[in-house]
């Protein structure tokens, strides 16, 4: 109804609004609430690859590469400068192999982590140095950042990044 310029709306009319604007709100924040993944599970996924990460790297440290290669499917994924260009496919025994051989090189190479970042449930992004002291006496210290996938409890993917010059 109108009046002086002034548009009157009823009660049934405010009702049918106020209801409206409710029911659109509820919907949208059902729908937030049931696309998102509980904390707890994302969390739970999270903290058990870091603990993974971490166990990784006191095998690497401790040079047990059995133990280390046993942290890998059967067949995983790499991307390493030191396999060549792509992807690159090995077993648990050429992983062993490749490390006995670098520390047959570097005999007392070492990893000290510098940074893990969680990147989903599958992601564990690690930055950290390698250092080793060669025959000849002299040392190294290499930047690196690895990308792990794991899935089921294993590292199906180790993508790894450095300066190879």
Request: charged letters at 20%; glycine letters at 4%.
């Amino acid at each position: 109804m109108m009046r002086d310029g002034i548009v009157s709306v009823n009660s049934q009319d405010q009702s049918i609004y106020y209801m409206k604007n409710v029911t659109c709100i509820v919907f949208v924040l059902a729908t937030l609430v049931a696309c998102q993944q509980p904390k707890s599970d994302r969390a739970g996924a999270s903290s058990g690859n870091e603990a993974l990460v971490h166990q990784y790297f006191e095998h690497f440290n401790n040079h047990d590469w059995a133990a280390m290669a046993a942290m890998y499917a059967e067949t995983s994924d790499f991307k390493d400068p030191s396999l060549g260009q792509g992807i690159v496919k090995q077993s648990q025994q050429q992983i062993i192999a490749k490390y006995a051989e670098l520390q047959s090189t570097f005999p007392d190479v070492r990893d000290s982590i510098l940074n893990v970042y969680s990147a989903g449930d599958k992601h564990i992004v690690v930055e950290f140095v390698s250092t080793g002291t060669a025959p000849d006496s002299s040392t190294f210290e290499l930047p690196i950042c690895t990308i792990f996938t794991i899935e089921n409890g294993v590292i199906t993917k180790d993508f790894t990044y450095y300066d190879n010059f």
